[in-house]
């Protein structure tokens, strides 16, 4: 039978060559950091016993370690890209989408108002998150995803998203460097995303996340929405008292009334 190359996982127990010798030192400490007995025994005795089999096993697990990390990353990138269809919530999410539309400032920064239609007749649900995203008139984000999943499973027939903050960012931290993280006209589009919804759902998640001098921003919307008079609730509450954010809440969460 003809023999495996040197640099097969399956080599005999020929001295490696030092390129090799490289290689096997790298693919060894990859496995020391996932068992760090492995570790341990190696700095006790100076050296792990039975090299050639060790070295097989640490090549392999290597490999498959390195095959998952990339497999992962891949899935992240198509799903955040908008190249593949999401995961199959998803998929059954956006069969329910109809029509959307978006109010943008005129610069881009500031998003004011989000509108998606699900069904002809039912609810009209106002979702207020703390500031706008990467959600457009028609390209739903994660969140205007649970969104979605949400309003469909509490009878609703759309939805509108207003922001304490309009300012569009992925990272809420960008709001303290923003010159105006509220954003021009807000309070006119809150007032009219007010006006038109049966059922008003804060959920902007703990204002611990917010500097202090923008903290009560969230104080001064929860007023506008309770002054309304319409039914006001939440998917729960955070430990600082605010209303929790929907994007790790399963589908099975219950809305409840938010009463004063």
Not at 29 to 47: A, F, I, Q, V, Y
Not at 152 to 176: H, K, M, Q, S, Y
Request: glycine letters at 8%.
């Amino acid at each position: 039978m003809a023999s495996l190359p040197l640099s097969s996982p399956m080599t005999d127990t020929k001295k490696p060559t030092p390129a090799q010798f490289t290689r096997i030192r790298k693919w060894r400490e990859d496995l020391e950091t996932m068992s760090p007995g492995l570790s341990n025994h190696r700095k006790s005795t100076g050296r792990v016993r039975g090299h050639g089999a060790l070295f097989t096993v640490v090549h392999c697990y290597a490999f498959l370690v390195r095959m998952s990390a990339a497999i992962s990353y891949i899935l992240r990138w198509i799903r955040t890209t908008g190249t593949g269809k999401g995961t199959p919530e998803e998929i059954a999410m956006a069969d329910h989408f109809k029509a959307g539309d978006a109010v943008f400032s005129d610069n881009g920064m500031y998003r004011l108002r989000l509108d998606r239609r699900l069904a002809d007749h039912g609810l009209i649900f106002a979702y207020f998150g703390v500031n706008g995203a990467t959600a457009t008139a028609d390209y739903n984000d994660h969140t205007v995803t649970k969104w979605t999943g949400f309003t469909v499973r509490n009878g609703g027939a759309r939805f509108i998203v207003g922001n304490p903050f309009a300012f569009c960012a992925t990272d809420v931290r960008e709001l303290a460097r923003a010159t105006d993280s509220v954003g021009p006209d807000n309070d006119r589009y809150l007032s009219e995303i007010i006006a038109e919804a049966n059922i008003l759902v804060p959920c902007w998640g703990s204002r611990e996340k917010l500097p202090p001098r923008l903290r009560p921003r969230l104080d001064l919307v929860a007023d506008m929405i309770f002054a309304a008079g319409k039914p006001v609730k939440t998917f729960g509450f955070t430990i600082s008292g605010d209303p929790l954010h929907p994007l790790t809440l399963p589908y099975a969460t219950q809305l409840i009334d938010w009463t004063r």
